[in-house]
């Protein structure tokens, strides 16, 4: 059986209340539940939420010495600045999909910046709910 984590970072624990225009009106437990009934029990899923850099990068390194098969990340707005999330996910050994809900190469230039991206497998951006749920289903094989 794949168990994977699931590493939400900063303001995805608004989501419902915060842009709804670009994230939507669901909750992050909404996306939960939406991922694991589209999963249908293929897979064993963790989720971790923390508006916390330090409390990522420590979340990350646990997952070092645990059984993971992959690690999904939506890293928020770490995504564009954060270089401790970056160095922290270089030490995983297992493949690190980054996703996120919006299309980010559409939005401000900020965003176009993916610094932890550089330290991961794959990257999946821009289909709103469906996104945690494609990036899983790639690592189910
Ligand atoms: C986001 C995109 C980031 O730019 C933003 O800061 C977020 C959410 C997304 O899922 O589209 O917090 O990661």
Known sequence: MKKMLIING???NMLGQREPEVYGKETLDDLRKFTESMISGQAKLEWFQSNVEGELVNRIQKAVSEDFTALIINPGGYAHTSVAIHDALK????PVIEVHLSQVYKR???R???L???AATAIMSGFGKQTYYI???SQLQ
Not at 91 to 94: E, M, P, S, T, Y
């Open 112 to 114: 176009h910046t993916l």
């Open 108 to 110: 401000e230039e900020f």
């Open 135 to 137: 990036a899983i289903n």
């Open 91 to 94: 030490i995983l050994k297992i």
């Open 10 to 12: 900063p303001n995805l």
């Open 116 to 118: 932890t991206a550089k």
